[in-house]
Nanobody, 128 residues
Framework: QVQLVESGGGLVQAGGSLRLSCAAS????????MGWFRQAPGKEREFVAA????????YYDDSVNGRFTISRDNAKNTVYLQMNSLKPEDTAVYYC?????????????????????WGQGTQVTVSS
């Protein structure tokens, strides 16, 4: 079993920045895909960004490409999401997720059902 603990959410003004972290518990199975998803009020959960642990390939939704950066520290089993130039429409609960399997490509890494374990979510609120 993998436990994921997210941190770094909060309230920020439009144009500001936040950095989310997601640490996997020490007792981990081998994981490869690490991703971030978000869910705004009244909307379905959507893909934000992902990174493969094996080779560091990154994937982004168009809505965040160029503003958000995903990175990982394999030694710490931690994935980060640096969010810059935040907009009110980025307001959501952000979830991190990990996938045990190697599954390259945007189509694979952007699908919720490909991920095995999920964090509890952290709130990000961007005021206008």
């Amino acid at each position: 079993q993998v436990q994921l603990v997210e941190s770094g959410g909060g309230l920020v003004q439009a144009g500001g920045s936040l950095r989310l972290s997601c640490a996997a518990s020490r007792r981990t199975v081998s994981i490869d895909g690490m991703g971030w998803f978000r869910q705004a009020p009244g909307k379905e959960r959507e893909f934000v960004a992902a990174i493969t642990r094996s080779d560091g390939t990154t994937y982004y939704d168009d809505s965040v490409n160029g503003r958000f950066t995903i990175s990982r520290d394999n030694a710490k089993n931690t994935v980060y999401l640096q969010m810059n130039s935040l907009k009110p429409e980025d307001t959501a609960v952000y979830y991190c997720a990990v996938d045990k399997d190697y599954c390259p490509g945007y189509e694979c890494r952007s699908r919720e059902y490909m991920y095995d374990y999920w964090g509890q979510g952290t709130q990000v609120t961007v005021s206008s």
